[in-house]
């Protein structure tokens, strides 16, 4: 059995989503559909029940269940096992820099580091971080394994591999003599009259929202693009034409000219760990084991919840 489509099952099961299952793995819906459908059909028996009313376990689902996790967690160990025989440790590079920080992982690594003793992470530096475009995607795989970057689902299916860890939140970036600078959260309204400097349409999903409901909102605004994904320069831009920077979480502190006040939005930024999709096998194995370990932190695995949801 494949032990991604094991996986799967476990999110289904946690989840009682093949919607949520799909935004936690970040597949589609209808591929998690076909590795249920392949299970069943290894097993050749019915584990979920689908109907209008939400997906819920069967009874032999419920028996399933505990063997999945025990399958996967098996493979963990074999693997482990046979590394331990050859006294084998992989160093995998994280990258790291002042726009992809790695603190928002290595909390969660030294949590569960314990479990992966055939693993052990170095710190690398990405010294052209701050003036290539498309970093994330250019320095996988060549100078660093993994790094800490957000990504949406368009990017994951074509670009990287990733294990979600959670999401930022945007705030506005300004001037300290601007009078937005004075507040401690920011409506849109508030941007009204303001040059505002962000990405260009089709570089980010969120970004192309949270711009779609300000052009809606904001009667009087002058839109500033920037060249392409953001870079140092963006920052002193911000600073040069007294604009308001869209900004992000890990970004608030970059620049000691500009002051960040968080914006009143429920549109967020998912982030995670990324991997190029040509990763060798050791990455893919520890994005495996990094999102299982995750999977389980959630909690144990309780009967589904059914969620109002037509497969």
Not at 73 to 95: D, I, P, W
Not at 175 to 200: C, F, G, Y
């Amino acid at each position: 059995m494949d032990i991604q489509n094991l996986q799967t099952f476990l999110a289904v099961a946690k989840l009682g989503s093949f919607t949520k299952a799909a935004e936690q793995n970040f597949i589609s819906p209808t591929a998690v559909m076909k590795q249920i459908n392949k299970l069943e059909s290894e097993l050749d028996c019915t584990l979920l029940e689908r109907s209008s009313a939400g997906i819920r376990l069967k009874p032999e689902g419920e028996v399933f269940l505990t063997y999945a996790q025990q399958l996967i967690e098996l493979s963990h160990e074999a693997y482990l096992a046979c590394h331990k025989a050859t006294n084998q440790v992989f160093t995998l590079r994280l990258g790291t820099s002042l726009l992809h920080p790695s603190r928002p992982f290595l909390s969660i690594w030294n949590r569960i580091k314990d479990k992966l003793p055939q693993y052990s992470l170095t710190i690398v530096q990405l010294p052209s971080d701050l003036v290539t475009q498309n970093r994330e995607y250019e320095a996988l795989g060549k100078t660093c394994d993994i790094l800490i970057g957000t990504f949406d689902q368009a990017t994951t299916h074509t670009l990287v591999d990733a294990v979600p860890l959670g999401s930022y939140r945007f705030s506005i970036a300004v001037r300290s003599d601007n009078p937005l600078a004075e507040k401690d959260l920011l409506a849109i309204k508030d941007l009204e009259n303001q040059h505002l400097l962000m990405v260009p349409k089709g570089i980010s999903h969120k970004n192309d929202l949270l711009r779609a409901q300000m052009e809606k909102e904001l009667a009087h605004c002058q839109i500033l693009e920037t060249p392409g994904r953001y870079s140092l320069d963006t920052f002193n831009a911000a600073i040069d034409k007294n604009a308001a920077l869209i900004n992000l979480t890990p970004w608030e502190d970059i620049h000691p000219g500009l002051v960040s006040i968080p914006l009143a939005t429920d549109i967020t930024v998912d982030y995670g760990i990324l991997a190029a999709k040509d990763a060798p096998s050791r990455v893919k194995e520890f994005l495996s084991t990094i999102r299982y370990q995750l999977l389980t932190q959630m909690g144990e695995y309780g009967p589904v919840t059914p969620v109002e949801e037509n497969p």
